[in-house]
T-cell receptor, first 115, second 112 residues
Framework: KAGVTQTPRYLIKTRGQQVTLSCSPISGHRSVSWYQQTPGQGLQFLFEYFSETQRNKGNFPGRFSGRQFSNSRSEMNVSTLELGDSALYLC??????????????FGPGTRLTVL | AQSVTQLGSHVSVSEGALVLLRCNYSSSVPPYLFWYVQYPNQGLQLLLKYTSAATLVKGINGFEAEFKKSETSFHLTKPSAHMSDAAEYFCAVSDLNNDMRFGAGTRLTVKP
């Protein structure tokens, strides 16, 4: 079974631009979560989507948004990019989430550099 | 709010020596605890998880962790380190809302 895939793997943008990252979960998984990883702040939870609905949200500004499609694929958008948005963005999928028997499987990440 | 604290941002061991990576958690509800490993330029790979079925959890690559409620700890161990174990390790706690909180990570170096 194919793992979680994220595209693109690398991105370079300039301040003020916007960016869209894509995540394809493992087949059959309906929950997709997004995380930001930086050297200073570590791994921080952004949001989780299940059945096309945002079910949980971390403490990030409104510039960070996402959505999920009917095939469970998810996109994350960051508008008005700031230098501090440079990070590795990780996507994780799980069957349904919210279960002790469920496990999140992570993709390789998208490394975003903001100049 | 739930959280985890990893003691030691860097741990160095010799090949063949015991690996011990420390993690303490804080949670108001029974936690689900995880250890993940991250190799350079890669995502996170699940090593093992605790979901209250058994306090000693065995994972992949010879790692195991013991849940100790009285100490609020979930330390990761491996009896004999291998060069391929060099990576960054993350402890994490989650609740039923799938809101996973990670520790700051511990970078493991294995010396020949």
């Amino acid at each position: 079974k194919a793992g979680v895939t994220q595209t693109p793997r690398y991105l370079i943008k300039t301040r003020g631009q916007q960016v869209t990252l894509s995540c394809s979960p493992i087949s059959g998984h309906r929950s997709v979560s997004w995380y930001q990883q930086t050297p200073g702040q570590g791994l921080q939870f952004l949001f989780e989507y299940f059945s096309e609905t945002q079910r949980n949200k971390g403490n990030f500004p409104g510039r960070f948004s996402g959505r999920q499609f009917s095939n469970s694929r998810s996109e994350m958008n960051v508008s008005t990019l700031e230098l501090g948005d440079s990070a590795l963005y990780l996507c994780a999928s799980s069957l349904v989430g919210g279960s002790s028997t469920d496990t999140q499987y992570f993709g390789p990440g998208t490394r975003l550099t903001v100049l | 709010a739930q959280s985890v604290t990893q003691l030691g941002s860097h741990v160095s061991v010799s090949e063949g020596a015991l690996v011990l990576l420390r993690c303490n958690y804080s949670s108001s509800v029974p936690p689900y605890l995880f250890w993940y490993v991250q190799y350079p330029n890669q995502g996170l790979q699940l090593l093992l998880k605790y979901t209250s079925a058994a306090t000693l959890v065995k994972g992949i690559n010879g790692f195991e962790a013991e849940f100790k409620k009285s100490e609020t700890s979930f330390h990761l161990t491996k009896p004999s380190a291998h060069m391929s174990d060099a990576a960054e390790y993350f402890c994490a706690v989650s609740d039923l809302n799938n809101d996973m909180r990670f520790g700051a990570g511990t970078r493991l170096t294995v010396k020949p």
